[in-house]
C-alpha cells in the first residue's frame, strides 16, 4: 500500500465522561467531510439545515434556501435510492445518496446519509437528515450515524486494541461489535498487514501527527479491495493514547475510473482511424480519433464541424446504409473506399463498421484502416509475379517447383533442356521419374530435408546427359510457406556449375597432390592419417604406416640432373602404386621419401609381405631416356596401436625403423617387431607357389550341407574352396585367399570354383526331384572384376546348369559404398534367375539402408552369433531382431555354425528356416557329400530347451 505522511495537529482527547462520542465528534471534525443535521417541519415539510460538524461547509448552490428546496424534491419516501445526477444551481454535479433505516436504544431512527463529490475538485460532504422525533442522546446519535457511513471507522487504545468501531468495519472484517472490542487486530486480519497498521500507529502516536495512505488491503476472507485511508494520534495532556481512523471504499471508483481510462486511450491510441457518424442532417462526424486526423491532415474540431461528404473520397457516403436497418439487425458490414484529404489526395481504406441505436438516433461506428501499403503490396505481388515468370521463363538457371509430395508443379525451359524433358511431360513427375533411381532418391532425401526444416538446403548433382556429357548442377532447395508457416511447396534453383567444379578439384589436386608425381602430397598424407587413426580406434582395428626412402638418390639428381631424377621419382610411384591395395594411400612427402597408409590389416605380416613386394618392384630396371638405372629402397613400419596412437609418433617411429634399415646395408624394411621379417617371407613363398596352385590342379572344393529346419530336408550346399598343398597339407582358406585378393589371383581361382561348383549342382540336379541350391563365395574383387557378370552365362551354358541351382554369396563390405556398378551387376544377376546371399551377416559395418537399396534374398547369420544364441541373451537377442527383419523384408536366413539341438530348435522357433554346421556335417568331398542322408532329424515343436 502507497503511503504518504502529512504533518498535522493530532486530535485532543477530550477529558471529559463523554469519552468515546466526544472523541468521534472530533475525528468528524478532522475529516474532510462535513456532517449537517437537515430537520423536517412536519407542518411546512419544509427541510431546514443545521450544521453539526466537519469541515467548512463549501456545497455548491447559491444560498441555504435554494439548497433546502431542491433537496425537498429529491428525498425519496423509499428506504434507499441512488441518484446519479443531481441539478443544484447552475451546474451539475454527481451525488450518491444512501437512505436507510437505523436504530439506536430500540428507537426507530430515519437517518438519510448524503455523499456529494465533487468531480473536479475531489471534495466529499457527508449530510445526514434526521427525523425530529429523534432522541436528543448524543452517543447512541454518533454510533447510529457511524454505523449508516459505507466508509469504515475505527478507535484503538495505545496498545492497539479497538475500542470503537462501526458496521462497515465489522462486515469488512467478519467481525461483530463482542468479537472485536478490546481485542488486536491480529486476531482476525492477515498478520503481514496487521504489523504494517501497527507500525503505522506507532509512528503517528511517536509523532503525534496523522498519516494518510492509499492502496489495496485484504481481509481473513482473501478479499483485495482497494482504500483511502486516514488515521490520527489522539492526545491527551500531551500524551498519545491512541489512534481513530478510517478507511473509504475506493475500488468501484478506480475500476470504473480505469475502464473508462482505457477504453478512452486504446480509442485514440488505434492505429486505424475511428469515427462515429450522426445520420442526422447533414450527416456528420460526432467523434474521430487522433489518427484520423493525422491521417486527413484536419484538426479533431475542423472534422466534427463539416459533412461527412466533405471527407469522401469515393464509396464512402454510398456504401453506409442511410436508413439504419443496419442498426436493427446489429450486422457488421464491410467494404473499402477512398478518403479524401486536406491536402486534395485520397488514400483508400477498408472500413469495418456497424450501426447504432441510442436514444431513438442512429449512428454510424467505423473503423478505417489505410490500405496504400496493401494496395501497393497487391500491385507489386503482380507486377513481381509477371517479373518472375519473366526472369524464370528467361534464365539460364533450371527452375522447377515441387509439392510437398515431391511431384513436379513447374519447370521452366533452361530446366527442360539441361535434363532432357519436356515441359508437359514433366507435369505431375517425382525426382525418381525423372532423374532415376539413384539420383532421384537423392533429389527426394534432400526434399524431404527442406519440407522437415523448413529451411534451405543446397547440394551438388551429377549428370550425365543423353549424350554421356557429365556436368554437375548446383541445387539450392527454398521451402515456400503459407501463412501460417507451413510448407507448401519447394523451389528448386538449379545451375550448371562444371567448369566451377572442374576448377575447384585443379585447386583441390594443386593442395593436395604433388604436381610431379601425381600422388598425394604431405598435408593429403596427414589429413588421411588423422582419419584413418581415428577409424581404426573407432572400430578397434589394426593399421600401419610405411615410410620408404630411396637409396642414394641424391647421386642420381647429382650426377645427371635434376630433370632425370624427376622421371625416376614418377616411374617409382607409378610402381609403388601398382603394388598396393585398392584401399591403402602413397603419398610423396618430398624429395625421394614416400610414405604408404595401411588402413585395415588383419595380420602384422600383410604389411611385410607387401614391404618385400614393394622392395622387389625396384629389382626390374629404370629405363630413363634409352638409359637403364637401377634403384632400391629403404622400408620402415610402424604400427597402430602396438607401437603408437599419435600419428606423430608413428611417423617417427617408421621414419626410425627406415633409417635402421638403411643401416642394415639397404634394400630392407625393417619394423618393432623382428618376428614379421620371417612370416612375411613365409607369405611370399607361399604367394609364389599359390601362383602354381591352380595349375598344377592342387585347388579342391568341399561341400558342407545346408538343412530345412521344418523337416531336416537338405535343400542345398556350399562350395568350400581348400588348397591341397603337397608339403603343408590342407591349407584353409583364410591363409590363400588374402594372398590371392592381393595378387589379383583371386579372378582365376574364383572363376575356377564357380565352374566347379556348377558342374557339382548340375550332376546332383540331373536326376533330382526337388532342386539342390548351391552356394558359392565371391570376393569383392572378383566381384569387381569387369568380365565376371559377362562370364557367368557362359559357365551356366558349358556346365548345363540352371540360374536357380546357384545362390552367390558376397559380403557386406561390397555394399557399403552403395556403387552403382554393384547395383546393377546385382540386378543383372536377379533377371538372370541367380539368387544373391549376404554371407556373415552383422559381422561387418552393417547398413541397413543397402537390403532395401540392393536386391538381397537371403541373409546368412554368422556363426559368432549362433554359438552362444542359447545362453547369451543379448546374441540371442540380435539373431531375433535378425530374422524379424528379414522375414520383413521377404529374405530368406541361413544360420551358420549349428553345432546342437537346441541351437536348432531356438533357431525354428523364432523363424529361421536353414541351418548349417557341424550338427549336420562338416565340409566334405563330392564323394563323401553323396554318401549323407537327404533328410536329418531336427527338433520339433514339442522339444524341451
Request: charged share 25%.
Amino acid at each position: 500500500m502507497q503511503r504518504d505522511t502529512v504533518s498535522s495537529l493530532p486530535i485532543q482527547w477530550p477529558d471529559t465522561d463523554q469519552g468515546i462520542p466526544d472523541a468521534l465528534s472530533l475525528l468528524l471534525s478532522k475529516l474532510s467531510t462535513s456532517v449537517f443535521v437537515l430537520h423536517r417541519d412536519e407542518s411546512t415539510q419544509l427541510v431546514q439545515m443545521r450544521y453539526l460538524a466537519g469541515a467548512s461547509l463549501l456545497l455548491p448552490f447559491k444560498s441555504s434556501s435554494n439548497f433546502c428546496q431542491d433537496l425537498n424534491a429529491f428525498i425519496p419516501d423509499t428506504e434507499s435510492s441512488q441518484i446519479t445526477d443531481w441539478l443544484m444551481g447552475d451546474a451539475t454535479f454527481p451525488l450518491c445518496m444512501e437512505v436507510s433505516i437505523c436504530h439506536a436504544n430500540q428507537t426507530r431512527y430515519v437517518t438519510k446519509l448524503i455523499l456529494q463529490r465533487d468531480a473536479t475538485q475531489r471534495q466529499f460532504y457527508w449530510g445526514g437528515l434526521l427525523d425530529q422525533t429523534v432522541a436528543a442522546d448524543q452517543r447512541d446519535y454518533l454510533q447510529s450515524l457511524f454505523d449508516n457511513m459505507s466508509s469504515m471507522m475505527w478507535a484503538k487504545d495505545k496498545e492497539g486494541r479497538i475500542l470503537f468501531a462501526n458496521a462497515a468495519y465489522y462486515e469488512w472484517t467478519g467481525q461483530s461489535l463482542l468479537g472485536v472490542a478490546g481485542q488486536q487486530e491480529s486476531e482476525w486480519l492477515p498478520s503481514a498487514e496487521v504489523e504494517a497498521f501497527m507500525e503505522e500507529d506507532r509512528k503517528v502516536m511517536a509523532s503525534q501527527s496523522k498519516l494518510e495512505t492509499e492502496g489495496p488491503a485484504s481481509n481473513q476472507f482473501g478479499e483485495v479491495r482497494w482504500f483511502d485511508s486516514w488515521k490520527s494520534a489522539v492526545v491527551s495532556h500531551g500524551e498519545a493514547i491512541g489512534t481513530i481512523g478510517f478507511a473509504r471504499d475506493m475500488t468501484f471508483q478506480r475500476s470504473v475510473q480505469s475502464d473508462v481510462q482505457l477504453k478512452e486511450m486504446l480509442l485514440e491510441h488505434a492505429r486505424d482511424m475511428v469515427m462515429l457518424i450522426s445520420f442526422e442532417e447533414p450527416v456528420r462526424l460526432t467523434y474521430v480519433n487522433r489518427e484520423a486526423c493525422v491521417a486527413l491532415g484536419y484538426s479533431r474540431d475542423a472534422l466534427k464541424s463539416m459533412p461527412l461528404s466533405e471527407i469522401d473520397g469515393g464509396g464512402l457516403v454510398s456504401q453506409i446504409d442511410l436508413s439504419g436497418h443496419h442498426a436493427i439487425t446489429a450486422e457488421r458490414i464491410r467494404f473499402e473506399a477512398s478518403c479524401l484529404r486536406k491536402d486534395g489526395t485520397t488514400i483508400p481504406v477498408e472500413v469495418t463498421g456497424a450501426h447504432l441505436l441510442f436514444a431513438d438516433n442512429v449512428y454510424f461506428l467505423a473503423m478505417l484502416r489505410d490500405i496504400t501499403a496493401t494496395k501497393q503490396a497487391e500491385n507489386a505481388l503482380r507486377e513481381r509475379e509477371q517479373e518472375f515468370r519473366t526472369l524464370a521463363e528467361n534464365s539460364s538457371d533450371s527452375i522447377a517447383r515441387f509439392d510437398v509430395s515431391h511431384r513436379v508443379k513447374y519447370i521452366n525451359p533452361a530446366f527442360s533442356q539441361l535434363f532432357g524433358c519436356a515441359s508437359q511431360s514433366a507435369q505431375w513427375q517425382t525426382p525418381v521419374q525423372l532423374f532415376g533411381e539413384v539420383d532421384g532418391t537423392v533429389y527426394v532425401r534432400y526434399l524431404n530435408q527442406t519440407i522437415s526444416s523448413k529451411a534451405a538446403t543446397q547440394f551438388e548433382m551429377f549428370w550425365s546427359s543423353s549424350d554421356q556429357e557429365r556436368f554437375c548442377v548446383l541445387i539450392r532447395l527454398t521451402p515456400e510457406l503459407d501463412h501460417e508457416g507451413n510448407v507448401i511447396s519447394v523451389l528448386a534453383i538449379g545451375r550448371d556449375v562444371s567448369e566451377l567444379n572442374d576448377y575447384r578439384q585443379k585447386v583441390h589436386h594443386l593442395a593436395f597432390f604433388d604436381n610431379l608425381t601425381g600422388l598425394p602430397n604431405r598435408a593429403m598424407f596427414q589429413d588421411s592419417l588423422s582419419q584413418m587413426l581415428h577409424e581404426s580406434a573407432q572400430y578397434q582395428r589394426q593399421s600401419a604406416v610405411m615410410l620408404i626412402d630411396l637409396d642414394l638418390f641424391k647421386e642420381v639428381n647429382d650426377t645427371l640432373g635434376h630433370p632425370v631424377g624427376d622421371q625416376l621419382l614418377c616411374q617409382v610411384a607409378n610402381r609403388l602404386k601398382s603394388k598396393l591395395r585398392s584401399n591403402d594411400l602413397v603419398a610423396r612427402l618430398g624429395g625421394d621419401e614416400f610414405a604408404v597408409l595401411f588402413p585395415e590389416i588383419i595380420h602384422k605380416d600383410d604389411v611385410a609381405v607387401l614391404a618385400s613386394k614393394l622392395l622387389a618392384a625396384f629389382e626390374a630396371p629404370f629405363w630413363i631416356g634409352g638409359r637403364e638405372m637401377f634403384m632400391t629402397g629403404s622400408v620402415g613400419i610402424a604400427y597402430y596401436p602396438d607401437d603408437a596412437t599419435s600419428s606423430e609418433d608413428l611417423v617417427r617411429y617408421a621414419d626410425a625403423a627406415m633409417y635402421a634399415a638403411k643401416r642394415a646395408g639397404r634394400n630392407s624394411f625393417r619394423c618393432y617387431n623382428s618376428e614379421m621379417t620371417r612370416l612375411a617371407n613365409e607369405r611370399l613363398a607361399l604367394e609364389v607357389e599359390l601362383r602354381q596352385a591352380l595349375a598344377r590342379q592342387q585347388m579342391v572344393l568341399r561341400y558342407q550341407p545346408k538343412v530345412s529346419l521344418d523337416d531336416g530336408t537338405v535343400v542345398g550346399s556350399e562350395a568350400l574352396i581348400r588348397w591341397q598343398h603337397p608339403e603343408l597339407g590342407l591349407i584353409s582358406p583364410d591363409r590363400f585367399i588374402p594372398l590371392a585378393e592381393e595378387s589379383a589371383l583371386i579372378v582365376d581361382i574364383g572363376r575356377w570354383v564357380l565352374k566347379e561348383a556348377c558342374l557339382t549342382v548340375s550332376e546332383w540336379n540331373r536326376q533330382a526331384a526337388t532342386p539342390h541350391r548351391m552356394a558359392i563365395n565371391l570376393s569383392a574383387k572378383q566381384f569387381h572384376s569387369s568380365s565376371l557378370v559377362d562370364e557367368i552365362p557362359a559357365i551356366l551354358e558349358i556346365t548345363n546348369c540352371q540360374p536357380d541351382w546357384i545362390e552367390l554369396e558376397i559380403t557386406e563390405s561390397l555394399l557399403l559404398h552403395e556403387d552403382e556398378q554393384v547395383l546393377r551387376d546385382l540386378q543383372r544377376l536377379r533377371i538372370m534367375g541367380i539368387t544373391i546371399a549376404i554371407d556373415d551377416f552383422g559381422t561387418g559395418f552393417s547398413a541397413l539402408s543397402y537390403l532395401t537399396h540392393f536386391p538381397i534374398d537371403t541373409l546368412k547369420i554368422d556363426r559368432s552369433f549362433i554359438s552362444s544364441v542359447t545362453s547369451d541373451p543379448y546374441k540371442a537377442g540380435l539373431v531375433r531382431a535378425m530374422i524379424s527383419m528379414a522375414d520383413c523384408l521377404g529374405q530368406t536366413v541361413v544360420a551358420e555354425g549349428v553345432e546342437d539341438m537346441d541351437q536348432a530348435m531356438y533357431l525354428r522357433q523364432n523363424g529361421c528356416q536353414i541351418a548349417q554346421g557341424y550338427l549336420f556335417g562338416k565340409a566334405v568331398s563330392k564323394a563323401e557329400f553323396e554318401q549323407l542322408p537327404t533328410k536329418f532329424f531336427v527338433p520339433q515343436d514339442d522339444y524341451v530347451l
